[in-house]
């Protein structure tokens, strides 16, 4: 009875090795760690910044802080980190759009843990306004979590270049 146990378990580390984290050779740019939990013997929880910029809208990058686990199980990347994301947005440049989005897409994607849960930031555009909405939140396989951050970003003018309207660019 302990070896169909023991197997199972040497399955899921080696497949938490193989796979690792789930961001791409192109994703976010980690900014700094900071640790929040000393352990003794394995690695501490920490808080981490990252940097992205968006895939649509050139001129704007998000930094996102996301919790990560330590001890064992976030060693070996099998830890189901918490859904406590905080998210903030910022024009850095002139603004050019490189294609039609709709309300709601997804502009980055990761997964929080092993198989069940993910976290994802989304972009959106508030017409009367003129600014870009991004919301960050998780969801689970079985049940989303209602924790969620929101940053907008007010599409400006920027040198001589006029602002664009981002209700030109959504689709439909």
């Avoid at 330590?70 to 918490?82: H, P």
């Avoid at 989303?144 to 400006?156: A, E, H, R, W």
Wanted: charged letters at 25%; glycine letters at 8%.
């Amino acid at each position: 009875m302990i070896a169909p146990l023991r197997i199972a378990a040497c399955l899921i580390v080696a497949m938490a090795a193989v796979s690792g984290p789930a961001r791409s050779a192109d994703g976010p740019d980690l900014i700094f760690r900071k640790s929040t939990v000393f352990k003794l013997l394995t690695p501490n929880d920490k808080l981490a910044t990252y940097g992205l910029d968006d895939p649509v809208v050139e001129g704007v990058a998000c930094h996102y802080t996301v919790p990560e686990r330590g001890g064992l199980a976030g060693m070996f990347g099998v830890a189901e980190e918490v859904s406590d994301v905080s998210l903030a947005c910022r024009q850095y440049g002139p603004i050019k759009f490189n294609g039609k989005f709709e309300q709601g897409d997804v502009v980055f994607s990761e997964r929080r843990s092993l198989i069940f849960k993910k976290m994802q930031i989304v972009r959106g555009c508030d017409e009367k306004r003129n600014v870009l909405v991004y919301m960050v939140y998780s969801d689970r396989l079985i049940e989303g979590s209602p924790k969620n951050s929101t940053s907008t970003v007010p599409i400006m003018p920027w040198g001589n270049n006029e602002a664009p309207r981002c209700e030109n660019w959504l689709k439909g």
